[in-house]
């Protein structure tokens, strides 16, 4: 490595931590997140683990990102923002990924989708750095068909699926994509004794991953299956496309759909611009490759979402842009293909990327600072629970109440969670002998009962609304 590269290396791992210290948020953590902080205050690893499996639900299935979460938290992060820094490494590891490419490092970090998750406590932001880690080993073998190393991005390939493979069941359906991208690339590997040599080291690490997936699957452990279909896709595209800033949230289009319409003046004029530098970006790559590798490439990203697509419809579960994280490079790389000026005749074309990545830069903005976009405020709404048991009245908390341990563990630790898990009832009499009611907001809710309508029945009243969720007092 000469001067030159380490300075820039040195100058895009700085450049990852700085736009991660500004993005990061102190928000409130929201139900997943509490998910994991919740299991990160659990002081022995042993308990960690029966506490994990005794919760179930996808957690689960993202055991390294959750270990990981574990061990930061015994080295001292407890706030919001400090427990979330745990997600720096992936953004310098998703800018390096793909350096060679001369404007990868600025599109990634520039990404809305890739900055929001980057604030998040669970594992998307390490997905869309295992994505970029995958089409760099994919390239690699690419350049090895053209070469005289043979066997030139094997072990690439290997660290890549074993990356994303690791990071939930998800991710494993992302890394068999990518493992067919490979054969069809390199078929003759499959027929030489040299590969079998070189693959062996790396299978007892496969065996140990699908091993556990498959025990995870046998026991039961799925994510939440509800309001899936054409329509979560859609959405999914939507927040993967980093325009999301500029429009509605999820929380806003879940409510009102037709709110999309007031952000279509901005919305639209985006989209192109991205859509253009995108297409030539796409162009300017399928110029310069094969049939095989242009097969190759699409098998990476359609066959997983060909499954996900299977899944949304036929099991009703709700695929987000967060599932598709590992495609991520699919739609910047393009973006940093095209604002390249070696690949055209013209600055048109750069200038339009560059106008791309800008949209992207304020859309991120956006997210981070606009208060629609902000997390449920599981903060303020255990304040005031909190507050509320001070004063000896009686709660009844039918919410999700993950996030809401953790900050009882803030304000008395373990005693303090183990005072409120009372309050979380599924008894509808304990409607009728509350002073508060805590429950998620309506069109929010998990299939069941409705208990808005039996709140007014009996005399309480809306007195707090946050993002996820309502405070109804009797009167």
């Known amino acids: 490595m000469n001067r030159n590269q380490a300075a820039r290396l040195l100058s895009i791992t700085a450049a990852a931590l700085v736009m991660g210290l500004l993005f990061i948020t102190r928000q409130s953590f929201w139900m997943d997140e509490g998910s994991t902080v919740f299991k990160a205050l659990i002081p022995d690893l042993r308990e960690w683990w029966r506490m994990t499996l005794r919760?179930?639900?996808?957690?689960?299935?993202?055991?390294?990102?959750?270990?990981?979460?574990?061990?930061?938290?015994?080295?001292?992060?407890?706030?919001?923002?400090?427990?979330?820094?745990?997600?720096?490494?992936?953004?310098?590891?998703?800018?390096?990924?793909?350096?060679?490419?001369?404007?990868?490092?600025?599109?990634?970090?520039?990404?809305?989708?890739?900055?929001?998750?980057?604030?998040?406590?669970?594992?998307?932001?390490?997905?869309?750095?295992?994505?970029?880690?995958?089409?760099?080993?994919?390239?690699?073998?690419?350049?090895?068909t053209r070469g005289d190393d043979r066997?030139?991005?094997?072990?690439?390939i290997a660290v890549a699926?074993?990356?994303?493979?690791?990071?939930?069941?998800?991710?494993?359906?992302?890394?068999?994509?990518?493992?067919?991208?490979t054969l069809l690339l390199r078929p003759d590997w499959i027929r030489s004794a040299g590969f079998w040599k070189r693959i062996i080291v790396w299978m007892p690490?496969?065996?140990?991953?699908?091993?556990?997936?498959?025990?995870?699957?046998?026991?039961?452990?799925?994510?939440?299956?509800?309001?899936?279909?054409?329509?979560?896709?859609?959405?999914?595209?939507?927040?993967?496309?980093?325009?999301?800033?500029?429009?509605?949230?999820?929380?806003?289009?879940?409510?009102?759909?037709?709110?999309i319409l007031h952000s279509l003046p901005v919305l639209i004029p985006a989209m192109a611009v991205m859509a253009a530098a995108w297409s030539s970006g796409v162009a300017i790559g399928f110029q310069q490759s094969t049939p095989r590798v242009r097969l190759a490439f699409a098998a990476a990203v359609l066959l997983p979402l060909l499954f996900l697509t299977g899944v949304s419809i036929f099991m009703d579960f709700r695929v987000l842009g967060r599932h598709l994280s590992p495609l991520l490079p699919a739609v910047l790389l393009p973006l940093a293909v095209c604002m390249?000026?070696?690949?055209?005749?013209?600055?048109?074309?750069?200038?339009?990327?560059?106008?791309?990545?800008?949209?992207?830069?304020?859309?991120?903005?956006?997210?981070?600072?606009?208060?629609?976009?902000?997390?449920?405020?599981?903060?303020?709404?255990?304040?005031?629970?909190?507050?509320?048991?001070?004063?000896?009245?009686?709660?009844?908390?039918?919410?999700?109440?993950?996030?809401?341990?953790?900050?009882?563990?803030?304000?008395?630790?373990?005693p303090m969670i183990n005072a409120i898990q009372v309050l979380e009832s599924d008894i509808p009499a304990s409607l009728l002998s509350s002073d508060m009611v805590v429950i998620n907001r309506p069109d929010l809710r998990y299939r069941g009962q409705d208990y808005r309508s039996?709140?007014?029945?009996?005399?309480?009243?809306?007195?707090?609304?946050?993002?996820?969720?309502?405070?109804?007092?009797?009167r």
């Not at 490494?89 to 990404?111: D, M, T, Y």
């Not at 500029?246 to 806003?252: D, I, K, Q, V």
Request: glycine share 10%; aromatic share 14%.
């Open 55 to 144: 919760i179930g639900g996808s957690d689960v299935q993202m055991p390294l990102y959750m270990f990981l979460v574990w061990l930061w938290a015994k080295l001292g992060a407890a706030s919001e923002y400090a427990l979330r820094l745990v997600n720096l490494p992936w953004l310098v590891i998703g800018a390096l990924a793909l350096r060679n490419h001369r404007f990868w490092p600025l599109v990634f970090l520039s990404s809305p989708f890739v900055l929001y998750y980057a604030g998040e406590l669970r594992p998307y932001a390490m997905q869309a750095a295992a994505g970029a880690v995958a089409a760099a080993a994919l390239l690699k073998v690419h350049e090895g």
């Open 151 to 156: 066997f030139k991005g094997l072990h690439a």
């Open 161 to 181: 699926v074993l990356f994303l493979a690791s990071t939930s069941l998800t991710g494993a359906v992302w890394a068999a994509g990518l493992g067919a991208a």
């Open 205 to 259: 690490a496969a065996l140990l991953v699908g091993g556990f997936y498959g025990f995870t699957l046998l026991k039961g452990y799925r994510a939440a299956g509800t309001e899936g279909g054409i329509a979560s896709l859609i959405f999914g595209f939507y927040e993967l496309s980093g325009l999301m800033g500029l429009g509605p949230g999820r929380n806003e289009i879940r409510a009102n759909p037709s709110s």
């Open 340 to 414: 390249d000026r070696r690949n055209h005749h013209s600055w048109r074309w750069p200038v339009v990327a560059t106008a791309a990545v800008c949209f992207g830069l304020g859309s991120a903005i956006l997210l981070r600072t606009l208060e629609r976009h902000a997390r449920d405020d599981y903060r303020q709404a255990s304040s005031i629970v909190f507050q509320a048991l001070d004063e000896g009245k009686r709660v009844w908390w039918q919410a999700d109440m993950n996030a809401t341990r953790y900050y009882a563990y803030q304000k008395g630790g373990f």
């Open 454 to 474: 039996e709140l007014k029945r009996n005399d309480f009243h809306l007195d707090s609304t946050f993002t996820g969720f309502e405070i109804w007092t009797s």
